[in-house]
């Protein structure tokens, strides 16, 4: 019997471009393709592309390059940020024979090019027995697309365009796919999560699209992405009320200083992310709130960045996700004053750094002795140690020995911090 034809999808950057990933992947098994999603020789490769910095441009053309490198024959599609960014045209003189945008149909006239030539080559050095993984755990579901706001430091809104939010059918559709493919937890993911529906008419807020969801899945876990402070309504916190939603907020930072919050354009102050993260802590209890904070933005002084230190620790982050300023053309960021050299933003990304271990070191010993559901994802050896490898509703990663957990919720005791996660025990080892 033939072979079916292998696709490698693979994916550089945000939760969003794997949501991509997971719909073009979800597209070339429906035309005929086993689908992976690592570098191997395969009979086609999709580079989904990221360009948020400098250092992701050079990592999306360096793969690329590879994957044209590596099976000359193959058919090679690129898709992602960085063509948006840089061009089209510098996407194919990389090797690609195909490059698309990012809008749904862009998706399909990729999928629909890779049908084409739906045939597979021949692998000199081929892996045999690669496992495919028809399905995940997780399942990464976009929202929303584009966005309005076009804060001083940030390419995304060249890159992804205007807002355009999907009908809460829509959502609900493919995460009711991903269900049935196995996944037990939807990610609701967008550029602007927040904005999702203030360009339907009449006009929605992302109450509503959780509402929605709820009503029309039964997915088992849902967590809702990347948040701003002014997204977080009463009326969204009601919602919380329902299990199937995880206590875990992303809420974008940036800055604790209200100096640089002005200066980056973002549309809130210290006070008004303060007064959302109590609001957070009074309607769900324990929950975890994570964040991204911006090193040596133009005109930072050091008392600005201490400010952002010190709010830091004072919100109590369980996780900071943290990142160099990096000057991108077409952004007024670029055209600012006071921008920095390389060395005070590496000591200040130090600091950070150093600051965020603190925190989720903290967060994972408050958390332990309790008992809390974990989706157990992929086993896999650590100091020679089989162990089961999983997430709490807070989203800390568990580490426990155990028999086929793939894909199963339990409740687990959590113990002492292991790697870069908590041990996890049976309940009933506890007693």
């Not at 086993?34 to 050079?58: I, Q």
């Not at 919050?261 to 009074?282: N, P």
Request: net charge neutral.
């Amino acid at each position: 019997m033939a072979r079916r034809p292998l696709a490698a999808v693979l994916t550089l950057g945000c939760k969003l471009n794997l949501a991509d990933s997971d719909q073009i992947a979800r597209g070339l098994r429906a035309a005929g393709y086993d689908v992976v999603d690592r570098m191997c020789e395969a009979d086609a490769y999709v580079v989904n592309t990221c360009s948020v910095t400098h250092v992701a441009d050079a990592k999306s053309r360096r793969l690329i390059r590879s994957v044209r490198r590596l099976t000359p024959a193959a058919a090679v599609a690129v898709t992602g940020c960085y063509p948006q960014s840089a061009g089209f045209e510098a996407a194919e003189s990389l090797g690609a024979d195909l490059v698309v945008g990012m809008r749904d149909p862009d998706k399909a006239t990729l999928i629909d090019y890779l049908a084409s030539r739906n045939r597979p080559v021949e692998f000199p050095l081929r892996t045999q027995n690669l496992e495919l993984r028809p399905g995940h755990a997780r399942a990464l579901v976009k929202a929303q697309e584009g966005c309005n706001d076009v804060c001083a430091f940030c390419i995304v809104p060249r890159t992804r365009g205007r807002e355009a939010s999907r009908s809460i059918e829509m959502v609900a559709a493919e995460i009711n796919v991903a269900v049935e493919s196995g996944a037990k937890e939807a990610v609701v993911t967008g550029t602007q999560l927040g904005a999702w529906g203030r360009d339907l008419d009449p006009p929605l807020d992302p109450a509503r699209l959780i509402s929605g969801i709820l009503e029309r899945t039964e997915v088992a876990r849902i967590r809702f992405s990347s948040l701003q402070p002014q997204d977080i309504t009463p009326e969204m916190l009601a919602l919380w009320h329902d299990p199937r939603l995880m206590p875990h907020f992303h809420l974008a930072l940036q800055s604790g200083s209200d100096t640089t919050l002005r200066a980056m354009r973002r549309r809130y102050s210290v006070a008004q992310f303060r007064e959302a993260a109590a609001r957070i802590r009074a309607a769900v209890p324990g929950a975890a709130i994570t964040t991204d904070v911006i090193a040596g933005f133009p005109g930072e002084s050091d008392a600005d960045f201490a400010a952002t230190l010190a709010f830091c620790d004072e919100i109590g982050f369980s996780r900071l996700h943290c990142f160099p300023y990096s000057k991108r053309s077409h952004t007024s960021a670029a055209l600012l004053p006071g921008q920095l050299s390389f060395e005070p933003i590496r000591e200040r990304m130090q600091q950070l750094l150093a600051l965020g271990n603190t925190l989720f070191d903290r967060f994972r010993a408050d958390a332990e002795g309790q008992v809390r559901p974990v989706l157990w994802e992929i086993e896999r050896k650590i100091a020679g140690e089989s162990l089961w490898t999983g997430h709490t509703d807070t989203y800390i990663p568990v580490f426990m020995p155990g028999n086929a957990l793939r894909n199963h919720i339990t409740p687990v005791y959590l113990g002492a911090l292991y790697d870069k996660g908590v041990r996890g025990y049976s309940p009933e080892e506890m007693l």
